[in-house]
């Protein structure tokens, strides 16, 4: 059974750091990234990465500031989040692929799995 299973949100003051861990259950993903909603938008994607060293991406709204990383030994992805802004308040989801992430990285729908989220709120 795949399992997705997010942990590391909380609530910090702007200009604070988090970490976020998703471990995945059983398989070796060949892309794994994060994806936010905040309430009342859409959701956006954030960050993604082929195994292996593979191709990285990330959002225009957080480059720079977050920095996305694979331990496929533990099977586990994070994404590390500096300097954090008010708008980065979101749920933030783990999405895993089969496939290669590639140039639609940022397509919700190229995904095969979701993760159940963790909250991360950023106070001004």
Not at 7 to 34: D, E, F, K, P, T
Not at 35 to 42: D, V
Request: charged letters at 15%; hydrophobic letters at 30%.
């Amino acid at each position: 059974q795949v399992r997705l299973v997010e942990s590391g949100g909380g609530s910090v003051q702007a200009g604070g750091s988090l970490r976020l861990s998703c471990a995945a259950s059983g398989y070796i993903y060949n892309c794994m990234g994060w994806f936010r909603q905040a309430p009342g938008k859409a959701s956006e994607a954030v960050a993604a990465g082929d195994s292996a060293g593979g191709n990285i991406y990330y959002a225009d709204s957080v480059k720079g500031r977050f920095t996305i990383a694979r331990d496929n030994a533990k099977n586990t992805l994070y994404l590390q989040m500096n300097t954090l802004k008010p708008e980065d308040t979101a749920m933030y989801y783990c999405v895993a692929s089969w496939g290669k992430c590639g140039d639609y990285w940022y397509s919700g729908g190229r995904y095969d799995y979701w993760g159940q989220g963790t909250q991360v709120t950023v106070s001004s």
